[in-house]
């Protein structure tokens, strides 16, 4: 089993930073690709960004030049870095990763507990 903490959101004034932490644990063998996914009051979730294996990123357009993905694969982490916040971008924030927990096993698809952030005006 696999368990995704999430870490780092809170309440942030608009323009200001905040920086989501994901730590994955338990039976790791590799983990494919991270994905932070969101989802505001009343609406649907929303894929954010997403970072590959090798290292390759996409955002949404509307977090593009404002947020950024990243990962450490050593500690098994992505993070996404949150810059000149708007109040739409008010949300419970997801992780989720694709993991696989040996060498011959298949992939499966786990979510995080979710962090909210809350940007005020």
């Known amino acids: 089993q696999v368990q995704l903490v999430e870490s780092g959101g809170g309440l942030v004034q608009a323009g200001g930073s905040l920086r989501l932490s994901c730590a994955a644990s338990?039976?790791?063998?590799?983990?494919?690709?991270m994905t932070w996914y969101r989802q505001a009051p009343g609406k649907q979730r929303e894929l954010v960004a997403v970072?590959?294996?090798?290292?390759?990123?996409n955002t949404v357009a509307s977090v593009k030049g404002r947020f950024t993905i990243s990962r450490d694969n050593a500690k098994n982490t992505v993070y996404l870095q949150m810059n000149s916040l708007r109040p739409d971008d008010t949300a419970v924030y997801y992780c989720?990763?694709?993991?696989?927990?040996?060498?011959?096993?298949?992939?499966?698809?786990?979510w995080g507990q979710g962090t909210q952030v809350t940007v005020s005006s």
């Open positions: 989720y990763c694709v993991v696989r927990s040996s060498a011959r096993g298949s992939y499966t698809a786990y």
């Open positions: 338990g039976s790791i063998f590799s983990i494919n690709s």
């Open positions: 970072i590959t294996s090798g290292g390759s990123t």
